[in-house]
């Protein structure tokens, strides 16, 4: 029958171009990886630059206190130089070694604060070396994958003009129901009779259904899974 012989041409640059694009994604899926581990890597980047800010503030206030405490410390060491009473003496040295061992004290910590900050430092230049070698790598499957799905795409290309004619002399109705049941079935929307069973699900149909096939004078859709018999 010519309107199933058209619809079948439909189905045979359907399907071309379908396997293609599936060969294409398979490659894609490849690249598709390599750019959800890169985007990981990218992940790890953005806890080790806010533990660095939170370093770097901390490593300023430091040392506005140590500061504070030293200031304190000169005008204690000024007051000592004038002080002329035993009391007073004696007070403002225990001041002193107190504010000595809080300078001191910030000053540890200070020391700390900036071991981690490098620490942190280092980090990131690893990270970023590691970041940017993987963004080589993935330039490398970008090309490789380009390359390799080069072929699939210009067929996919060339078999569009083709396709588009052939839906053109298709008839509507029966595309309409082609278009439908073809991402589910594919390459078998339209089948042969296999005896008295559908080519495409397997299951009898009856003599009648058989019969109007055979006379092909009207289209005929398999009962049970609605291919197009022919
Ligand atoms: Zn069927």
């Not at 504070?68 to 004696?90: G, S």
Request: net charge negative; aromatic share 4%.
């Amino acid at each position: 029958m010519e309107s199933l012989d058209r619809l079948r041409e439909v189905q045979r640059i359907s399907s071309k171009i379908s396997l293609y694009q599936s060969e294409i994604a398979k490659h894609e899926k490849k690249l598709e990886i390599a750019l959800a581990d890169y985007q990981l890597l990218r992940d790890q980047m953005a806890p080790i630059e806010a533990r660095l800010g939170q370093g770097q503030s901390i490593a300023r206030k430091l040392e506005l206190d140590s500061k504070e405490a030293e200031a304190k410390i000169e005008k204690n060491r000024k007051q000592l130089d004038q002080a002329t009473q035993a009391t007073e003496f004696t007070g403002l040295k225990e001041q002193l070694a107190r504010f000595e061992e809080e300078k001191a004290a910030i000053e540890e910590s200070l020391i700390l604060v900036m071991e981690k900050i490098e620490e942190l430092r280092s980090q990131e230049l690893d990270l970023n070396k590691h970041i940017a070698d993987t963004e080589e790598q993935l330039e490398e499957i970008r090309a490789e994958v380009t390359e390799n799905t080069k072929d699939y795409r210009n067929e996919v290309e060339s078999l569009q003009k083709p396709l588009e004619h052939a839906r053109e002399v298709a008839d509507d109705e029966l595309l309409e129901t082609f278009d439908r049941l073809f991402p589910s079935l594919g390459a078998t929307v339209v089948v042969s009779l296999d005896g008295n069973a559908c080519g495409g699900c397997h299951l009898s149909v009856s003599s009648q259904v058989g019969e109007k096939v055979q006379a092909g004078i009207s289209v005929v859709n398999c009962p049970s899974c609605s291919r197009f018999l022919g």
